[in-house]
């Protein structure tokens, strides 16, 4: 059970706090899986990424860049997004848990059954 949360204000402190509390700590982004089963997790700290501004979806070049902290709502709605990942981010039954849910989220389950993984292999 999450006992306390942390909130960095920059990639480097989030990276600080990790090491400061190692196995005891765990990295938060929107929660969708962080006491659910069977993802629920057994660490006491959650550190949030919620300031990191990692939310960003941006075409560079011949590359789209989306950021871990990007829902999984925000992936349907934004107009560069492929239409193959937009159908695969659908799959998650609830927009309730799209809204909630993070890209780095729904990749670091590594559940089984989750149709949005393989829509990231080209």
């Known amino acids: 059970m999450i006992e306390q949360y942390l909130t960095p204000d920059t990639p480097a402190q989030a990276l600080e706090f990790k090491q400061l509390h190692g196995n005891d700590a765990i990295w938060f982004g929107g929660g969708s899986k962080i006491n659910?089963?069977?993802t629920k997790t057994d660490k006491t700290i959650a550190i949030s990424l919620g300031k990191l501004n990692l939310s960003q979806?941006?075409?560079q070049g011949d590359s789209l860049y989306i950021g871990a902290m990007c829902h999984i709502q925000q992936l349907i709605?934004?107009?560069l997004v492929p239409v193959a990942?937009?159908?695969s981010?659908?799959?998650i039954y609830s927009r309730h848990i799209r809204n909630q849910a993070t890209l780095g989220g729904e990749i670091a389950a590594r559940q089984p059954e989750a149709l949005l993984i393989p829509s990231y292999l080209r």
């Open 85 to 87: 990942l937009k159908q």
């Open 36 to 38: 659910a089963a069977p």
């Open 77 to 79: 709605d934004h107009e």
């Open 57 to 59: 979806i941006e075409q």
């Open 89 to 91: 981010a659908a799959f």
